[in-house]
């Protein structure tokens, strides 16, 4: 076998990073879209405002109650992208620390809100059924999220409009696990499981990470140490 | 004249929709693909303007849809994105002078909308 060229082991090297820049990509624009949108319809309401007053100008009254209602409408998209700006701003930081204690249940259910736009779009339904409250893995929080959302994001792709994925976590022997489960599947789960393996294998690597089916449960399975060996 | 707005954003369509209705446009407004369809075979619309980015049913393939039920329909397409990609694909199904980038302008809108239906007429 010919031996790898300096460029083919950097470009191995560097697969967890472009996986993550990709990842990163992915969700500012998801977070962008979602932006756009509270700030259209805040300019959508604005503007019924100023068509509401130039009527009045011309002597046709107006309902208050029409006006309050318009006014609620902003306020609640205000609230909306508020709550979208907190979760860039925590996805942001979440490449701050190369190695972290991160609480897994809580990492779960904020990748719920990251993904939720793709499922909606995909018309799929995220369920969350964290059974413990609250505990922790010394892990790489960026990768691990990236690695939780390529997961995910191959779920919602692969299977019908109208589904529902449940996600969970639960500590284990080894550390934790967080498992994917969806019933009505149309492929194999062996399917959805190589495609995910395919994409995923630089971050299952710097996770010391593992994906299965769980033959008892038949979801799909990942599994993280308790504390990552090289921290 | 009658248009059809979709997006999956109610708020906003409803919105856009009154804000229409106040000039003199009759506006219809639906969230998703499947309700455009029904609407769209049950009534006759001049414009149907749609997001590029609807859930199941994306707004390329429902313009294709739209336009097999109702040859003679026009449309604008509307987008929060503003990338290139998605331009491309507006434009490719509507034209470069039919896409529209989120937040839309009301009188750019009817612009649009008045320069479509003035062109149906004149042909």
Do not use: A, F, H, M
């Given at each position: 076998m010919a031996p790898s060229s300096s460029s083919e082991v950097s470009v191995a090297e560097d697969a967890p990073a472009v996986c993550g820049l990709q990842f990163f990509g992915a969700v500012s624009a998801s977070i962008s879209h979602e932006l756009k949108n509270a700030i259209a319809i805040v300019n959508e309401h604005a503007g019924l405002l100023e068509d509401l007053a130039a009527l009045a100008e011309r002597g046709r009254p107006v309902d208050p109650k029409r006006l309050k209602q318009t006014a609620t409408q902003i306020a609640r998209q205000v609230q909306r992208a508020d709550g979208i700006i907190r979760n860039m701003n925590r996805f942001a930081h979440?490449?701050?620390?190369?190695v972290k204690t991160v609480d897994l249940p809580d990492m779960i259910c904020f990748l719920a809100a990251l993904a939720e736009r793709k499922a909606t779009m995909a018309g799929v339904v995220i369920e969350l059924a964290c059974r413990d409250a609250s505990f922790s893995v010394q892990t790489r929080p960026f990768f691990l999220l990236n690695l939780l959302w390529l997961c995910l994001k191959t779920l919602i792709e692969m299977i019908p409009s109208g589904a529902v994925v449940q996600l969970g976590t639960d500590p284990n022997d080894r550390g934790a696990g967080v498992w994917f489960s969806c019933e009505?599947?149309?492929?194999?789960e062996e399917t959805i499981l190589n495609a995910i393996r395919k994409q995923a294998e630089p971050l299952l690597c710097v996770l010391n990470a593992d994906v299965v089916i769980?033959?008892?449960?038949g979801c799909i399975a990942l599994s993280v140490p308790k504390i990552i060996c090289d921290a | 004249m009658n248009v059809l707005l979709v997006d999956d954003e109610d708020q906003l369509v409803s919105t856009l929709a009154e804000r229409l209705e106040l000039r003199g446009i009759h506006a219809s407004w639906v969230t998703n693909g499947e309700d455009a369809i029904l609407m769209v075979k049950a009534r006759e619309f001049d414009v149907a303007v749609l997001d590029v980015?609807?859930?199941?049913?994306?707004g390329i393939e429902l313009k294709r849809k739209l336009a097999a039920i109702r040859p003679n329909l026009k449309f604008l397409f509307m987008t929060g994105h503003g990338s290139q990609e998605d331009f491309d694909a507006g434009s490719r199904e509507a034209?470069?002078?039919n896409y529209l980038v989120k937040p839309v302008r009301i009188e750019e809108l009817i612009e649009h909308l008045l320069n479509l239906v003035q062109a149906e007429q004149k042909a």
């Open positions: 979440s490449i701050d620390d190369p009505n599947l149309d492929l194999p769980d033959r008892v449960t | 980015k609807l859930p199941k049913i994306g034209g470069k002078d």
